[in-house]
């Protein structure tokens, strides 16, 4: 039975309504976790921590796609509005094109640049070479990530989501079942890995240019002939930058902790980082899910001024993400050690390490769950600024300023609070906002 917006929404409905946003979320956050994990038990703490240290750089590179998807298909979407298919076309034509030339130049950019960054980012002998080995193909195949990611803003102006969802699922389950051929079957290491992801990136992207360049696709969009409109372009990117922003906010802090974890642990601190951020992204997408799948509610109650749904979805929303962040909390404490020699059991100095931080890490999801669902309701009630400034508070600066603080007092302890510490500063913020929004409207 079809659910409708403007229905009442009881748990069970509400239930039944964003389950498939988590699940998408919880199915992409584990493209990630697959690799990750053959890398590390296959391949070796050193690879696995060369892929974590260059992961920040990968993904905000990445962002490239989000700006001008987001900005972009908001243009073209209009310009389908207004009946004008012949100019939405161009106008889709010129970002996918541009977007192409962008990826390029970060391709060449990236393969020249990756030792000299690495580096910087504190990597020395052999976790130099690998991250240079690594860099190196995944940047090779950078265009393609890029483009990736902004077909999947363009799926959705065309009017096939469910196209993005399916090249989505492509494109990660060949990343996962090539990770195992190339490197538990053939033995090829962190090269294997770095294929698999880069033949990843090539079925996200080259999957939508042939279908979006077939003249008789069934989508409302084509590829064709364009010119350059630098005015379209540059507003696109305009358009589009708040998206770019805040993806870009998190790789610059997931960076930031990197350079603390080499200068206070070195390899193992980047290795021990990157399985609390792949049990994190689990933990997070359940909270994206419901928030992103939740918004549509809100956003219909609110255009509707149906004040007593919206203090219905209001409310629900805090008791779930409370309750939610609580469950995770007790889990992830009672399954801290199996979950962690899951990636690390060959190296008991590592598992420790990682079980120590971990323990700690997690308590940050008692907040986390309110500051993502906080932000995305903001957004939903069609205030972007207090959502911009949510997020932007949470992803970037409490992160840097309580990961460059904390170590300086308590060492590599003060690392593994700062995602703490940086989560209780983002939900003081965010329940301020709440309140004073209950406040306005009576929930």
């Not at 209001?314 to 909390?329: E, H, N, Q, S």
């Amino acid at each position: 039975m079809k659910i409708q917006l403007s229905e009442h929404f009881t748990y069970r409905k509400l239930f039944r309504f964003v389950i498939s946003s988590i699940l998408m979320m919880i199915f992409t956050s584990l493209y990630s976790i697959v690799d990750g994990f053959f890398v590390s038990r296959f391949v070796g703490k050193t690879p696995f921590a060369a892929v974590n240290l260059l992961m920040p750089l990968i993904m905000g590179i990445s962002t490239v796609g989000f700006m001008i998807g987001t900005g972009g298909s908001a243009i073209v979407s209009m310009t389908l509005g207004q009946k004008n298919k012949e100019l939405a076309d161009r106008y889709f034509s010129l970002f996918v094109y541009a977007t192409a030339v962008l990826g390029i130049f970060f391709a060449v950019l990236g393969f020249v640049l990756i030792r000299p960054v690495s580096h910087i980012l504190g990597a020395e002998g052999a976790l130099l070479e690998d991250c240079t080995v690594y860099g190196k193909i995944i940047f090779t195949f950078i265009p393609l990530f890029i483009l990736q990611v902004m077909f999947q803003s363009f799926f959705v102006a065309a009017e096939k989501p469910s196209y993005s969802l399916k090249v989505c699922i492509a494109s990660g389950l060949a990343n996962m079942v090539l990770d195992f051929v190339f490197i538990a079957v053939f033995k090829m290491g962190l090269k294997g890995a770095a294929y698999a992801t880069a033949i990843g990136y090539a079925i996200g992207a080259v999957v939508p240019l042939i279908y979006f360049a077939r003249k008789n696709n069934s989508s409302r969009l084509r590829l064709t002939k364009t010119h350059w409109y630098g005015k379209i372009f540059a507003k696109a990117c305009a358009n589009g930058s708040s998206e770019m922003v805040s993806n870009l906010s998190t790789s610059i802090a997931g960076t930031f902790y990197n350079i603390q974890l080499m200068k206070y642990a070195g390899e193992n601190g980047v290795a021990a980082y990157g399985v609390m951020m792949y049990a994190g992204f689990v933990f997070a997408a359940v909270f994206l899910g419901y928030s992103i799948g939740s918004s549509l509610i809100v956003s219909y109650h609110y255009g509707a001024e149906n004040f007593g749904e919206l203090k219905n979805m209001y409310r629900k929303g805090l008791t779930l993400m409370t309750a939610g962040g609580i469950a995770m909390i007790f889990s992830a404490q009672i399954f801290a050690a199996p979950l962690v020699r899951f990636f690390t059991g060959y190296d008991s100095a590592l598992t420790q390490m990682t079980v120590y931080g971990f323990r700690i890490f997690i308590l940050s999801y008692l907040f986390a769950g309110i500051n993502i669902w906080g932000s995305a309701f903001f957004t939903s009630l069609n205030n972007g600024l207090i959502s911009a400034v949510i997020s932007f508070l949470r992803t970037l600066v409490f992160q840097i300023v309580t990961v460059l603080v904390l170590p300086a007092i308590f060492g590599l302890n003060g690392i593994w609070f700062a995602v703490v510490a940086a989560e209780f500063l983002s939900f003081a913020v965010t329940v301020i906002f709440l309140l004073a929004e209950k406040k306005r409207y009576g929930y």
